[in-house]
């Protein structure tokens, strides 16, 4: 029943700024933590932002100050807001989410990912 669809990638040039969006279903982002991963090429997967249902905040210490994690619950929307962005920083990024399912178990959510290039 959970679902989250990533949009927002793109190409950009390097020190340019870009929004993804994730759009959960209902109640998601208002009961849950949310968080932005990405992973590169021969890379692991990284957590870049995460947001509680508190509106807590955490970033990795590459992204401090240039990136900010947004929660919109009318729209049921998580967005990360990226600033002066990196070529390193190219990558495809992931909405996560762990929602309990009907019988109370934490699973895990993913959505499909979106590319983000940045070059010039």
């Known amino acids: 029943q959970v679902q989250v669809v990533e949009s927002g990638g793109g190409l950009v040039q390097p020190g340019g700024s870009l929004r993804l969006s994730c759009a959960a279903s209902?109640?998601?982002?208002?009961?849950?933590?949310m968080g932005w991963y990405r992973q590169a090429p021969g890379k692991q997967r990284e957590r870049v932002a995460r947001?509680?249902?508190?509106?807590?905040?955490n970033y990795a210490d590459s992204v401090k100050g240039r990136f900010t994690i947004v929660r919109d619950n009318a729209k049921n929307t998580v967005y990360l807001e990226m600033n002066s962005l990196k070529p390193e920083e190219t990558a495809v990024y992931y909405c996560?989410?762990?929602?309990?399912?009907?019988?109370?178990?934490?699973?895990?959510?993913w959505g499909q990912g979106t590319q983000v290039t940045v070059s010039s």
């Open positions: 996560h989410v762990v929602a309990r399912d009907s019988r109370g178990l934490p699973m895990a959510y």
């Open positions: 209902a109640s998601v982002t208002s009961n849950n933590a």
């Open positions: 947001i509680t249902n508190n509106d807590s905040t």
